[in-house]
């Protein structure tokens, strides 16, 4: 059995393919899996170190703000569309997949619509609430749509074979252990955590609105706060910081970090989070119980993430604030409301378990192995 799995762009499209593959893997030990993604995206990297094959396939996708360098890009983009059809069909025919699944971005539209033009089985995985422009496409063409949520199912054309899969996540997330994470990270059970972050680069945005946060309640006692500045704000939300006049450096209530490696733990100490509206990030919101403040990246194509927070807000299980409201006053005065209200703040976790999906990879696999051949 040959499975190949196009993929990349972003964390939130690689890791649920990897998800699934793993779950191929420990189903069918032999099956031989590939993944093609861009040599140059994060792909590249966590491909080979999950132990999977990976073939490099360079796509781009168009720029819509005109800029001299964005105009650069586009003519590259739109070279690479002109010869992708081909390149699709050389990594196909020298692997002989029996089956291709694409998890989203660029990469993903040319290989698996070739796939399905070649008559090879094949299916499109949609982590948002909105579906990007790549699945819209797939899906007349695809054997199966596995979405994360059924209001995906309304922006899908007439025809298309789809099913709620809901997304995969990791299974970390649901076995950590609060009052261990807690514990290890010395964290008092009547003590509320708060745990923010912005994306692996860091948003200005929400930092300079977390600085606030932070100005309002250190020094208190009352809150833990964890924070993940990104990449770009390593030094400017300590300068933030000093511009308000918090110790941060000799505040043990405040563990300010770069990246935040031992999610799973964080999400389970937690009590409430302040983060983007990533639909993995969401996903795992739900498996662990959290009730959330999101702050969706206008930055995202067709909105997504403004689209992928309103499904919890409208099951009651989050709280939304858009970028063009977003001010450190804002987000304080809204953290300090369920603070003062912690049934309320228990409500809303309660209510994002609820929409919880935490067994997708059974749920996948179970759609897809119809389609591969019963050797």
């Not at 992928?308 to 409301?337: F, I």
Request: with cysteine; charged share 20%; proline share 6%.
């Amino acid at each position: 059995m040959r499975i190949l799995f196009a993929c990349g762009g972003t964390a939130g499209h690689i890791n649920p393919g990897l998800s699934v593959a793993a779950a191929l893997r420990q189903k069918y030990p032999q099956a031989v899996i590939r993944f093609a993604g861009n040599p140059d995206g994060m792909e590249a990297r966590l491909v080979p170190a999950a132990g999977f094959e990976f073939v490099p396939f360079r796509a781009m996708g168009i720029q819509r703000r005109l800029t001299p360098y964005n105009i650069y890009r586009n003519v590259k983009s739109v070279g690479l569309l002109m010869t992708a059809q081909r390149r699709a069909a050389k990594i196909i025919r020298d692997f002989q997949p029996d089956f291709v699944m694409g998890t989203g971005g660029y990469v993903s539209g040319p290989i698996v619509l070739k796939a399905a033009k070649m008559g090879i089985p094949t299916a499109t995985q949609e982590q948002n609430a909105f579906p990007g422009v790549t699945t819209k496409l797939l899906a007349r063409h695809v054997d199966k749509v596995l979405l994360a949520v059924d209001k995906a199912a309304e922006h899908l054309p007439p025809g298309a074979k789809w099913t709620v899969t809901g997304n995969p996540i990791r299974p970390q997330v649901l076995t950590a252990d609060r009052a261990e994470a807690r514990r290890k990270m010395g964290i008092p059970d009547e003590q509320l955590c708060l745990l923010s972050f912005g994306g692996s680069l860091g948003a200005q945005r929400v930092n300079e609105a977390i600085a606030d946060v932070m100005a309002w309640h250190s020094g208190t006692g009352k809150i833990r706060h964890i924070h993940a500045t990104g990449q770009y704000g390593v030094e400017l939300l300590p300068r933030l910081l000093e511009e308000r006049k918090v110790n941060y450096r000799n505040d043990p209530q405040l563990d300010i970090r770069e990246y935040i490696n031992d999610m799973p733990a964080c999400l389970a100490a937690a009590d409430l989070v302040i983060c983007r509206a990533g639909a993995i990030t969401l996903s795992e919101l739900q498996a662990a119980g959290r009730a959330s403040i999101l702050i969706p990246s206008p930055n995202v194509a067709e909105n997504h993430q403004y689209h992928n927070a309103m499904v919890l807000v409208d099951h009651e299980a989050a709280l939304v604030l858009e970028e063009k409201d977003l001010t450190g006053q804002r987000l304080a005065q809204m953290v300090r409301e369920l603070c003062e209200n912690r049934g309320r703040l228990e409500q809303l976790g309660r209510n994002a378990r609820k929409m919880a999906i935490t067994d997708a990879n059974e749920k996948i696999l179970r759609e897809i192995l119809p389609l591969l051949p019963q050797k």
